[in-house]
């Protein structure tokens, strides 16, 4: 326990309140900037995922009384509440994922404007009329789905389960979030503020526990009509085949290798502080990150030198002071991982030009720490350039012409996101109509917005986030189809006429 959560015990969030689970066991919370564990939550289990869900399902009908608008009012009061607690929420953040400070305030900053945002979808989302000639009338109506389970990750782990939970709270469904095992607190700090909202309890459960005992009890639940899962592409794998055997919907954010696509046009500073920025927040720990930067060959060699001299100059340090400019890994299993990319990378004939190793000093020393990271001389079939390492690391590769460029970037089994660099107008659309992904930057990465719809194609997911269609994905759509005649149908009137539909 930390001076600054001096009692930090908590246990899983049901129906409005903390139990602790059935076994009785908690799990450790480790702050990875030194390795010691400063809080320990419930470990639930199949049993608790079960208590979880019956709470869900009880709070369904209070849920669906509720009109558009008092569901919306109800979100936009967490909206304000979350506003409110943002400066803990950040210093809990920082402190199990190890982030910079500077990065949290930012990111968190945005969050309640999903609240917002689904608040006003669940006010004003109209139904369609589709034609369906002059004696009918068809209309649609969107009806929520039930109790849906979230699998979310500890790389953003607010913003994640935000951009799940806001859209199936307005689409009316109620929910049991199982969050990563290394950042279980601020997933049951957000029921808090929902229940001072005065959302009623049991609408958003969280049960902490570990991917293969929690997480597998909920995304196989019976009764779990929906499961949305932000993780590993193998775990998208296996969670896809829990849902396919209760036929249940499946939406899936997972791995990327994300390219900039950098054309001459563009002075190499800005391409520069775009690599940085697109590769190393959060440490590289993201799934849009900036993996590849592909930079034309005319300003390579440039671009190289300079990337170099400014990733060297990148500030690591205790993720929450201010002046850190970037934090620890996760955990130590996520800085082996990059280690081993690292040797990879080497062995397979890529050159190391920056980082490529623990950094020294004994302020590192107990925390999982990685220098930033530079590979040149790397060809795309490498492994470092194919599989995603999710650490400080990038692979500059050059190319000479446009269509090599899309190649390139193509060249992955993932689809994310990509980044095209050009002041070309023409040539930033005809580039980014040719990337392979379901995310495109234009002189930029890394934005987010809450209407703005965020999805993987490839090895990268299935269906989306953010947007009108988040919600609609979060419904079952029903179609009504009213006959506005009172004229005599009778097919089987035996009048010796040809008969036909209208
Ligand atoms: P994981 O795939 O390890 O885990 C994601 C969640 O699923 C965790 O809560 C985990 O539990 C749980 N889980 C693991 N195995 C199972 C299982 N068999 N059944 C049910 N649940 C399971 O991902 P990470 O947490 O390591 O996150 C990193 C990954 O997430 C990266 O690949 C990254 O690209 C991807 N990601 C994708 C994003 C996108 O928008 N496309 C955004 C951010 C990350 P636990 O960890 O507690 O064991």
Redesign the pocket.
């Known amino acids: 326990m930390t001076d600054r959560h001096p009692k930090f015990m908590r246990g899983m969030f049901v129906n409005g309140d903390y139990l602790p689970s059935a076994s009785g066991k908690t799990l450790p919370v480790v702050n990875p900037k030194n390795g010691e564990v400063f809080a320990e939550v419930a470990e639930g289990d199949t049993v608790d995922i079960n208590v979880a869900v019956d709470s869900a399902e009880r709070a369904f009908e209070k849920w669906g009384g509720l009109s558009g608008t008092e569901r919306g009012n109800l979100m936009q009061r967490a909206a304000d509440i979350l506003q409110r607690r943002l400066p803990e929420i950040v210093s809990l953040e920082v402190d199990q994922i190890g982030r910079p400070r500077r990065e949290m305030t930012a990111q968190l900053a945005r969050l309640p404007e999903w609240y917002s945002y689904f608040g006003s979808v669940a006010r004003t989302y109209e139904d369609r009329v589709p034609p369906f000639g002059k004696d009918h009338l068809n209309y649609t109506r969107r009806i929520p789905l039930g109790v849906v389970g979230h ?6 782990p607010l913003l ?1 389960l935000t951009k799940k939970v806001a859209p199936s709270m307005a689409a009316v469904n109620t929910m049991v979030v ?5 950042a279980p607190i601020t997933p049951m700090i957000l029921g808090e503020i929902f229940r001072e909202a005065s959302v009623p309890d049991g609408v958003y459960n969280v049960v902490p526990g ?3 005992t929690a ?2 009890a909920l ?1 196989s639940h019976p009764r779990i009509r929906k499961v949305d ?5 193998p ?1 998208g794998k ?2 896809a085949a829990m849902a396919g055997k209760n036929l249940i919907r499946f939406t899936a ?4 290798k994300a390219a900039l696509v950098v054309f001459p046009d563009i002075p190499v500073d800005r391409c520069v502080a775009a690599t940085l920025f697109a590769s190393f927040v959060a440490t590289g720990q ?2 849009v990150q900036g993996s590849r930067l592909l930079v034309h060959r005319s300003i390579h060699d440039a671009v190289v030198e300079a990337l170099v001299h400014r990733t060297r100059a990148i500030r690591l340090g205790d993720p929450q002071d201010l002046r850190t400019q970037m934090g620890p890994l996760v955990s130590a299993k996520q800085r082996d991982m990059v280690e081993r990319y690292v040797r990879i990378g080497i062995e397979e004939g890529a050159t190391v030009a920056a980082g490529g190793e623990r950094p020294q000093g004994a302020e590192f020393a107990r925390g999982y720490y990685h220098l930033p990271t530079v590979f040149t001389n790397v060809k795309s079939t490498m492994r470092i350039a194919q599989e ?1 390492i ?1 650490g400080p690391v990038v692979c500059v590769m050059p190319f000479d012409s446009e269509d090599e460029a899309i190649a390139l970037a193509n060249s992955t089994p993932f689809g ?1 996101a990509s980044s095209v660099w050009t002041k070309d107008v023409a040539r930033a659309h005809r580039v980014a109509h040719q990337l392979k992904c379901g995310i495109v930057w234009i002189n930029d990465h890394h934005r987010i917005g809450p209407a703005s719809p ?1 999805g ?1 194609f490839k090895m ?2 299935l269906g989306h986030e953010n947007g009108i269609i988040a919600y609609e994905e979060y419904t079952e759509l029903q179609s009504v189809i009213v006959n506005l005649s009172d004229a005599p149908f009778d097919w089987y009137a035996d009048d010796g006429r040809e008969k036909r539909y209208s």
């Open positions: 699998l979310t990750p500890w790389n953003h994640i199982k969050p990563s095992e290394y570990y991917g293969p997480g597998l995304s899962l932000t993780g590993g592409t775990t296996a969670v954010e997972l791995g990327g993201t799934c995603e999710f994310l965020w993987g990268s997911g």
